[in-house]
Protein backbone atom coordinates (compact mmCIF):
# COMPACT_ATOMS: atom_id res chain seq x y z
CA UNK A 1 0.00 0.00 0.00
CA UNK A 2 1.05 4.00 -1.10
CA UNK A 3 2.56 5.29 2.52
CA UNK A 4 -0.86 8.03 2.63
CA UNK A 5 -2.36 8.79 5.93
CA UNK A 6 -5.14 11.30 6.27
CA UNK A 7 -5.71 13.25 9.91
CA UNK A 8 -7.64 13.33 11.75
CA UNK A 9 -9.95 10.16 10.47
CA UNK A 10 -12.94 11.50 11.47
CA UNK A 11 -14.10 15.33 13.31
CA UNK A 12 -17.31 17.07 14.14
CA UNK A 13 -16.92 20.29 14.31
CA UNK A 14 -19.61 23.69 14.61
CA UNK A 15 -20.57 26.09 11.78
CA UNK A 16 -18.55 28.61 11.66
CA UNK A 17 -15.33 26.97 12.84
CA UNK A 18 -11.99 26.74 10.95
CA UNK A 19 -10.91 23.09 10.03
CA UNK A 20 -8.21 21.99 8.28
CA UNK A 21 -7.31 18.14 7.60
CA UNK A 22 -3.82 16.86 6.68
CA UNK A 23 -2.98 14.67 4.37
CA UNK A 24 0.63 12.65 4.48
CA UNK A 25 2.54 10.85 1.89
CA UNK A 26 5.96 8.87 2.43
CA UNK A 27 6.04 8.26 -1.51
CA UNK A 28 7.50 11.32 -2.63
CA UNK A 29 4.76 11.58 -5.64
CA UNK A 30 5.05 15.37 -6.96
CA UNK A 31 0.94 15.37 -7.47
CA UNK A 32 -1.39 15.52 -4.22
CA UNK A 33 -5.14 16.05 -4.36
CA UNK A 34 -7.96 16.49 -2.44
CA UNK A 35 -11.25 15.20 -3.05
CA UNK A 36 -14.80 14.92 -1.20
CA UNK A 37 -17.70 12.36 -1.86
CA UNK A 38 -21.23 12.30 -0.98
CA UNK A 39 -24.12 10.52 -1.18
CA UNK A 40 -25.19 10.60 -5.14
CA UNK A 41 -22.32 12.49 -6.05
CA UNK A 42 -19.64 10.05 -6.45
CA UNK A 43 -16.05 11.68 -5.67
CA UNK A 44 -15.17 15.15 -7.28
CA UNK A 45 -12.05 17.23 -6.94
CA UNK A 46 -11.05 20.20 -4.67
CA UNK A 47 -8.11 21.22 -5.59
CA UNK A 48 -4.46 19.39 -6.39
CA UNK A 49 -0.96 20.19 -6.03
CA UNK A 50 1.48 19.80 -9.11
CA UNK A 51 4.29 20.82 -6.57
CA UNK A 52 5.36 22.73 -3.34
CA UNK A 53 3.71 25.75 -3.51
CA UNK A 54 1.79 24.56 -6.81
CA UNK A 55 -2.03 24.56 -6.44
CA UNK A 56 -5.33 24.61 -8.82
CA UNK A 57 -8.56 24.27 -7.93
CA UNK A 58 -10.69 21.38 -8.77
CA UNK A 59 -14.63 20.99 -9.68
CA UNK A 60 -15.67 21.77 -6.31
CA UNK A 61 -13.44 24.45 -4.64
CA UNK A 62 -15.63 27.07 -3.18
CA UNK A 63 -15.09 27.25 0.79
CA UNK A 64 -11.82 25.35 0.84
CA UNK A 65 -7.85 26.57 0.60
CA UNK A 66 -4.82 24.19 0.36
CA UNK A 67 -1.71 24.64 1.29
CA UNK A 68 1.37 22.63 0.22
CA UNK A 69 4.74 23.57 2.02
CA UNK A 70 6.34 20.35 1.12
CA UNK A 71 6.48 17.57 -0.75
CA UNK A 72 4.94 15.29 1.39
CA UNK A 73 2.24 17.43 2.92
CA UNK A 74 -1.08 18.86 1.26
CA UNK A 75 -3.39 20.49 4.18
CA UNK A 76 -6.90 21.10 3.06
CA UNK A 77 -8.81 24.26 5.36
CA UNK A 78 -12.10 24.90 5.50
CA UNK A 79 -11.91 28.59 6.60
CA UNK A 80 -15.70 28.91 8.26
CA UNK A 81 -16.97 25.35 8.03
CA UNK A 82 -20.89 25.07 6.93
CA UNK A 83 -23.47 22.11 7.03
CA UNK A 84 -22.54 21.56 3.19
CA UNK A 85 -19.16 20.68 3.80
CA UNK A 86 -20.06 17.41 5.76
CA UNK A 87 -18.52 14.73 3.53
CA UNK A 88 -15.81 12.28 3.59
CA UNK A 89 -12.61 13.83 2.14
CA UNK A 90 -10.05 12.13 0.34
CA UNK A 91 -6.60 12.83 -0.40
CA UNK A 92 -4.39 11.15 -3.42
CA UNK A 93 -1.67 10.89 -4.92
CA UNK A 94 0.10 10.21 -8.38
CA UNK A 95 3.79 10.87 -9.46
CA UNK A 96 5.33 11.74 -12.94
CA UNK A 97 6.88 8.68 -15.12
CA UNK A 98 5.81 5.51 -16.60
CA UNK A 99 3.57 4.99 -13.73
CA UNK A 100 1.88 7.89 -13.87
CA UNK A 101 -1.69 6.34 -14.40
CA UNK A 102 -2.47 5.61 -10.82
CA UNK A 103 -4.06 7.55 -8.23
CA UNK A 104 -3.22 6.20 -4.79
CA UNK A 105 -6.40 6.83 -2.11
CA UNK A 106 -5.68 7.28 1.45
CA UNK A 107 -7.91 6.06 3.88
CA UNK A 108 -10.19 9.14 3.96
CA UNK A 109 -11.07 11.59 6.86
CA UNK A 110 -15.29 11.77 8.33
CA UNK A 111 -15.93 15.30 8.97
CA UNK A 112 -19.31 16.03 10.08
CA UNK A 113 -20.31 20.11 10.93
CA UNK A 114 -23.29 20.72 12.65
CA UNK B 1 -13.97 15.34 -21.02
CA UNK B 2 -15.77 12.18 -22.53
CA UNK B 3 -18.92 11.04 -20.06
CA UNK B 4 -19.30 7.39 -19.36
CA UNK B 5 -22.06 5.52 -18.66
CA UNK B 6 -22.65 2.16 -16.24
CA UNK B 7 -25.59 0.51 -14.78
CA UNK B 8 -25.75 1.54 -11.03
CA UNK B 9 -26.03 -2.23 -10.14
CA UNK B 10 -25.15 -6.05 -11.02
CA UNK B 11 -24.72 -9.01 -9.36
CA UNK B 12 -22.66 -12.13 -9.97
CA UNK B 13 -21.60 -15.42 -8.24
CA UNK B 14 -18.76 -16.38 -6.54
CA UNK B 15 -16.03 -18.14 -8.83
CA UNK B 16 -17.98 -16.44 -11.93
CA UNK B 17 -16.65 -14.10 -14.07
CA UNK B 18 -17.95 -10.44 -13.83
CA UNK B 19 -18.29 -8.27 -16.56
CA UNK B 20 -18.50 -4.76 -15.76
CA UNK B 21 -19.52 -2.58 -18.76
CA UNK B 22 -18.82 0.55 -19.50
CA UNK B 23 -20.17 3.05 -22.43
CA UNK B 24 -18.05 6.08 -23.41
CA UNK B 25 -19.74 6.87 -26.97
CA UNK B 26 -17.88 11.21 -26.68
CA UNK B 27 -14.40 9.75 -26.24
CA UNK B 28 -11.97 11.12 -28.08
CA UNK B 29 -8.59 10.09 -29.41
CA UNK B 30 -6.32 10.93 -26.62
CA UNK B 31 -8.50 9.59 -23.81
CA UNK B 32 -7.41 6.33 -21.78
CA UNK B 33 -10.42 4.72 -20.06
CA UNK B 34 -9.30 4.05 -16.42
CA UNK B 35 -11.10 1.64 -13.73
CA UNK B 36 -11.10 2.14 -10.08
CA UNK B 37 -12.90 0.17 -7.66
CA UNK B 38 -13.77 1.22 -3.97
CA UNK B 39 -15.34 -0.96 -1.69
CA UNK B 40 -16.59 -0.18 1.13
CA UNK B 41 -15.86 3.20 3.51
CA UNK B 42 -12.02 2.64 1.96
CA UNK B 43 -10.38 4.82 -0.51
CA UNK B 44 -10.71 4.15 -4.06
CA UNK B 45 -8.11 1.53 -5.88
CA UNK B 46 -6.79 1.58 -9.20
CA UNK B 47 -7.48 -1.40 -11.23
CA UNK B 48 -6.46 -1.10 -14.99
CA UNK B 49 -6.34 1.45 -17.81
CA UNK B 50 -6.35 1.42 -21.58
CA UNK B 51 -6.28 3.05 -24.84
CA UNK B 52 -6.72 1.36 -27.48
CA UNK B 53 -5.76 -2.42 -27.10
CA UNK B 54 -7.05 -5.15 -24.31
CA UNK B 55 -4.97 -5.10 -21.38
CA UNK B 56 -4.75 -7.52 -18.94
CA UNK B 57 -2.66 -7.46 -15.37
CA UNK B 58 -3.16 -9.88 -12.00
CA UNK B 59 -6.54 -7.96 -11.00
CA UNK B 60 -8.59 -7.97 -14.28
CA UNK B 61 -8.56 -7.73 -18.25
CA UNK B 62 -10.08 -5.03 -20.69
CA UNK B 63 -11.45 -4.64 -23.58
CA UNK B 64 -12.18 -2.27 -25.37
CA UNK B 65 -14.19 -2.06 -28.73
CA UNK B 66 -12.56 -0.97 -31.79
CA UNK B 67 -14.07 2.14 -32.36
CA UNK B 68 -13.61 3.03 -28.35
CA UNK B 69 -17.09 3.65 -27.77
CA UNK B 70 -17.16 1.21 -24.97
CA UNK B 71 -15.29 -1.12 -22.66
CA UNK B 72 -15.91 -3.94 -20.20
CA UNK B 73 -14.11 -4.86 -17.62
CA UNK B 74 -13.52 -8.51 -16.63
CA UNK B 75 -12.50 -9.87 -12.97
CA UNK B 76 -12.43 -13.45 -14.55
CA UNK B 77 -13.25 -15.50 -11.12
CA UNK B 78 -14.67 -13.00 -8.89
CA UNK B 79 -14.85 -13.45 -5.02
CA UNK B 80 -16.24 -12.01 -2.24
CA UNK B 81 -13.83 -9.37 -1.68
CA UNK B 82 -14.60 -8.07 -5.00
CA UNK B 83 -17.94 -6.93 -3.77
CA UNK B 84 -17.52 -2.62 -4.09
CA UNK B 85 -18.59 -0.03 -6.52
CA UNK B 86 -16.67 0.21 -9.86
CA UNK B 87 -15.70 3.36 -12.01
CA UNK B 88 -15.31 3.78 -15.38
CA UNK B 89 -13.15 7.12 -15.75
CA UNK B 90 -12.27 8.54 -19.20
CA UNK B 91 -9.29 11.23 -18.81
CA UNK B 92 -6.48 12.47 -20.83
CA UNK B 93 -3.22 11.28 -19.62
CA UNK B 94 -1.91 14.47 -18.42
CA UNK B 95 -3.70 17.32 -17.19
CA UNK B 96 -2.32 20.78 -15.96
CA UNK B 97 1.12 20.36 -15.47
CA UNK B 98 0.77 16.78 -15.71
CA UNK B 99 -1.60 16.41 -13.25
CA UNK B 100 -4.40 13.92 -13.09
CA UNK B 101 -7.98 14.74 -12.51
CA UNK B 102 -10.11 12.23 -12.43
CA UNK B 103 -13.73 12.96 -13.06
CA UNK B 104 -15.83 9.88 -10.59
CA UNK B 105 -18.85 9.45 -12.01
CA UNK B 106 -21.52 6.95 -9.81
CA UNK B 107 -19.99 3.95 -10.86
CA UNK B 108 -21.24 0.11 -10.98
CA UNK B 109 -21.99 -1.71 -7.52
CA UNK B 110 -21.02 -4.92 -7.80
CA UNK B 111 -22.58 -7.47 -5.32
CA UNK B 112 -20.62 -10.80 -5.40
CA UNK B 113 -22.94 -13.58 -4.09
CA UNK B 114 -22.04 -16.84 -2.32
Known amino acids: DAGITQSPRHKVTETGTPVTLRCHQTENHRYMYWYRQDPGHGLRLIHY???????DKGEVSDGYSVSRSKTEDFLLTLESATSSQTSVYFC?????????????FGPGTRLTVT | DAKTTQPPSMDCAEGRAANLPCNHS???????VYWYRQIHSQGPQYIIH???NNETNEMASLIITEDRKSSTLILPHATLRDTAVYYCIVRSQRGIQGAQKLVFGQGTRLTINP
Open chain 1, 92 to 104: AISDRGPNSYEQY
Open chain 2, 26 to 32: TISGNEY
Open chain 2, 50 to 52: GLK
Open chain 1, 49 to 55: SYGVKDT
